[in-house]
């Protein structure tokens, strides 16, 4: 049986952290930037750890 692919866009997106959670980065960071705050700016730059009800539906997605 051959191996399984990881979708290409999702693995680019997403990434599994040691203990198997998803780690994801914020959206909303490219362009029309200058409505948004500063301190909104600075927060929207850190990865967060993807809902759990999510994460089933992406660890489908990258299976490594």
Do not use: C
């Not at 409505?35 to 759990?52: D, F, G, H, V």
């Amino acid at each position: 049986m051959p191996k399984m692919k990881s979708n290409s866009g999702a693995a680019k997106r997403f990434k599994r952290t040691g203990s198997g959670k998803i780690r994801k980065n914020s959206a909303f960071t490219s362009h029309i930037l200058t409505t948004k705050t500063t301190k909104r700016k600075r927060n929207l730059r850190k990865s967060s750890i993807m809902a759990q009800s999510d994460a089933k539906r992406i660890k489908v997605l990258i299976p490594y």
